[in-house]
Structures are given as structure tokens and as C-alpha cells.
């Protein structure tokens, strides 16, 4: 064995070609290789279900409603010239932005909550707390739909007990996106909790003694503490419910339908009724795209952070 791995060694160093098979095994050998090689399966799901529709629809959006010719970029151009569509953009920018706020707040609270509640008793609050998340949306949103109904809605109901007037959540614009919004937050804010209690747990205690002995009070361990060690779980989180938020559909289409007048459509609801119900299809893909910019503008200066931060820790 000895005098095959001299030979070996003096066959590289003399310029001789290394033999195919010890090639192979270095390859094999290097972690970075068999990582790829792992993952292949992976990339493979993601290019079948998200590259390749995303090409198609950059393809679809550059052809003509008969869907025979480019037109180039004039799909585009013709729905930033209409008034619905730019209020559609300033609507899914407040629906998103105003419910990831909302739900990473009262997240945060509901995890901080759990987290000082024995474990037994936090189990079953867990359990409870997670239930409008596991609920499939569209059937959630059909129950909040009867709760906001004009003619039958409890709320109004209990409103009129106390002496309140009757709200019309689905009949005005202003209460209507209040309504799609506080849907969206009610079926989401078990996502950032359960995600901010888990990086709650790994927060060490001794941190906190160590702040205790310096006196610091509650908040300012919260400020100081807390919030530092779960920056980069915050800002996935937030980042991950953003993107989800941008693309909602059901809740929309379940509670208002886009209406009224248009007032509460999103990208996605709005994507559906130009692209399927009014049959034209490049537009409607036009409609989808718009959100990719504005998410990846979000994501860029998101990533950054978390990576700058990663590098700060290192």
C-alpha cells in the first residue's frame, strides 16, 4: 500500500494524469459537492413549481389578449395609465404592510405571554391560540363573512346590546379594508406567535439574570436583551408574512369580492378578476408580476440586515 501511494504521488508530481477513479472520490469527498447533490431534489421542486411558472408568466404578460403577438411592455404600460389599477396598488401596499405590522405586534405580545405560563398550562393555550391558523382560510373567512353580514352580523348585534349604532363592515370602503384586514391578522398572528416563542426559548436566561443584577427593569430587558437576540427571527418572519400578505387571495374574494366599487381589491383578487373572469390573461399576469419589484426591494434590504448582523455575531 505504501508503495501505491509513492507511485501515486510521484506519478502527480511528474505531470502524469491522475487516474480517473481517485478523481471521483475526491469529488465525492468534498462536503460543498454532496450538499449540491442533496439538495438537487429540491432545486428541482422549486424550479418545476416557481421558476417555471414565474417565466411563463413574464412570457404571458408580454403577448396580446389573443395571446398571437408581443406587444412588449405594453401590458404594463396600459395599467399604470388606469386609475382602478394605482389605487389597487396603494390598496395591497396598505392591506400588506398595515396587517404584518398588526400581526407582528400582537405576536410578539401573545408569545411573550406564553412564554412566563407554566408548561403544562402553555400547552394547552398553544393549542388554542394556533386554531385560526390551522383553520383552512376560505372556511374562516366564510364565518367572518357571516359575522359582518349586514342583515345577520352578530357584531352588529352586540353593538346595538350596549347602544352602539350598527357598523356597515362590507357596505363602505373604510370599514370594508378594516374588515379584510382584521381577517387577514386574526388568521395570521398565530404564525408570528409561535415563531417568536420559539426564539423566545432560545434566549439565554442567564442574559437576563445578568441584566437583573444591573438593574435593568423589565422594559429595558426587553429593549436590550430580547429584542437583539430575536433581530434575525423578526425579520425572516416578517419578511416570509409579508410575501404570503402581498399574494393573499381567499380572504378577499371570500369577504368582498373586490367590492365595493373596486375599493378592496389586491394584486392577486384583482389578477383574477382582469386575467380569468374578464379573460384576458397576458394582463392579467402583468397584474401578478407588479408585486415581485416591490417584494424584492423588501427582501434585498431584509436579507442585508439579517446578513450584516450574522457578521457582527461571527
Not at 480517473?20 to 418545476?48: C, D, E, K, N, Y
Not at 434566549?203 to 444591573?214: G, M, S, T
Request: charged share 10%.
Amino acid at each position: 500500500m505504501a508503495l501505491d501511494a509513492t507511485t501515486v504521488t510521484a506519478g502527480a508530481a511528474s505531470g502524469a494524469p491522475a487516474r480517473p477513479g481517485l478523481t471521483l472520490q475526491r469529488f465525492a469527498r468534498r462536503r460543498s459537492t454532496i450538499a449540491f447533490i442533496m439538495a438537487l431534489p429540491l432545486i428541482a421542486v422549486i424550479g418545476g413549481l416557481v421558476a417555471w411558472p414565474a417565466g411563463y408568466a413574464i412570457y404571458l404578460s408580454t403577448l396580446n389578449r389573443r395571446m398571437t403577438a408581443s406587444i412588449g411592455l405594453e401590458n404594463f404600460a396600459i395599467l399604470l395609465e388606469s386609475e382602478t389599477f394605482r389605487m389597487v396598488i396603494w390598496q395591497s401596499c396598505i392591506f400588506a404592510f398595515s396587517a404584518v405590522v398588526l400581526k407582528a405586534l400582537l405576536g410578539f405580545w401573545l408569545a411573550h405571554m406564553l412564554h412566563h405560563i407554566p408548561t403544562k398550562g402553555q400547552r394547552i393555550w398553544r393549542g388554542m391560540l394556533l386554531l385560526p391558523w390551522v383553520v383552512p382560510p376560505a372556511l374562516s373567512t366564510l364565518g367572518w363573512w357571516w359575522m359582518f353580514d349586514p342583515s345577520y352580523s352578530s357584531l352588529n348585534w352586540i353593538l346595538n346590546a350596549i347602544g352602539a349604532p350598527s357598523v356597515p363592515w362590507l357596505g363602505e370602503p373604510w370599514w370594508a379594508r378594516t374588515s379584510v384586514i382584521i381577517v387577514n391578522v386574526w388568521a395570521g398572528t398565530p404564525f408570528f406567535m409561535i415563531m417568536y416563542l420559539a426564539a423566545l426559548k432560545s434566549v439565554p436566561d442567564q442574559l437576563y439574570e445578568a441584566a437583573a443584577i444591573d438593574g435593568a427593569t423589565g422594559w429595558q430587558g426587553l429593549r436590550y436583551v430580547t429584542l437583539p437576540m430575536m433581530r434575525n427571527i423578526i425579520s425572516i418572519t416578517v419578511l416570509f408574512s409579508l410575501i404570503v400578505t402581498f399574494a393573499n387571495y381567499d380572504i378577499v374574494r371570500v369577504l368582498t369580492n373586490g367590492g365595493p366599487r373596486d375599493l378592496t381589491h389586491v394584486f392577486a383578487s384583482y389578477a383574477f378578476q382582469v386575467g380569468v373572469l374578464s379573460g384576458n390573461i397576458p394582463r392579467g399576469a402583468a397584474v401578478s408580476l407588479f408585486m415581485f419589484p416591490i417584494l424584492a426591494v423588501v427582501a434585498f434590504f431584509v436579507l442585508r440586515g439579517v446578513n450584516q448582523r450574522n457578521r457582527e455575531m461571527a
